[in-house]
């Protein structure tokens, strides 16, 4: 799967993004993910991204996310999961997104 994190400037994000790539090899998820500022947010769609997780830091941004995503799944990481860094609950998100 390949999931793409936007956030506000991308420092946490790298973080998470980070943690994710270990959680996903401790697990044997096949896993591409990638961090992108929103301003830098382009057409994720044509980059084969299967969907993309947003920072809660910019929540009141999703619908212009959504705009930009050409029909991709876009879900906000609760709060909670992303300052803990929660992979297993941000993982069963994205099984929620693209199944």
């Known amino acids: ?3 793409l994190l936007v956030c ?3 420092m946490s994000t790298s973080m998470l ?3 994710m790539d270990a959680y996903a090899a401790e697990n044997g998820i096949d896993l591409e993910v990638a961090a992108r ?3 830098e947010l382009k057409d994720p769609k044509g980059d ?3 969907c993309i997780l ?3 830091q910019i929540s ?3 619908d212009k996310i959504v705009k930009k995503a050409g029909g991709l799944p876009v879900e906000v990481i609760p709060m909670r999961d992303y300052g803990r860094q929660n992979c297993p ?3 069963e998100m994205i099984d929620g997104l693209i199944g």
């Open 60 to 62: 009141y941004q999703k």
């Open 37 to 39: 500022s929103f301003s």
């Open 17 to 19: 993004m980070k943690k």
């Open 8 to 10: 506000a400037a991308g």
């Open 54 to 56: 947003v920072g809660p």
């Open 1 to 3: 799967m390949k999931i």
């Open 48 to 50: 084969g991204y299967d």
């Open 89 to 91: 609950a941000i993982f």
